[in-house]
């Protein structure tokens, strides 16, 4: 099993960033798919999940309105659009995996982990 981020970087306060999430090894589309984040000292928090069938999706009340998430069963991918983004959205993203259609907003409910890509909202 392997995922694999992409998309993070440096952005200015209210600026978008669009993060991907490549899985291989597994059967797809038989997955809930989640984005998790990790900030400096503090423990991984729940950001969105997407069940393995759309538009079932769930969001941290942080980030409701701002971020969605979605899925490309044909491409193996998962997808975090992140709009108006806020310098405490600040951290690590990882993109998580779990076998079954429910999504926990807990990261120990999630079998398999990405290694991360950083994003950075800063002036």
């Known amino acids: 099993v392997q995922l694999v981020e992409s998309g993070g970087g440096l952005v200015q306060p209210g600026g978008s960033l669009r993060l991907s999430c490549a899985a291989s090894?597994?059967?797809?589309?038989?997955?809930?798919m989640g984005w998790f984040r990790q900030a400096p000292g503090k423990e991984r928090e729940f950001v969105a999940g997407?069940?393995?069938?759309?538009?079932?999706?769930d969001y941290a009340d942080s980030v409701k309105g701002r971020f969605t998430i979605s899925r490309d069963n044909g491409k193996n991918t998962v997808y975090l659009q992140m709009n108006n983004l806020k310098p405490e959205d600040t951290a690590i993203y990882y993109c998580?995996?779990?076998?079954?259609?429910?999504?926990?907003?807990?990261?120990?409910?999630?079998?398999?982990w990405g290694q991360g890509t950083q994003v950075t909202v800063s002036s």
């Open positions: 998580a995996a779990r076998a079954g259609s429910r999504v926990y907003n807990t990261a120990n409910g999630w079998g398999f």
């Open positions: 090894g597994f059967t797809f589309s038989g997955y809930a």
């Open positions: 997407i069940r393995w069938r759309d538009p079932n999706t």
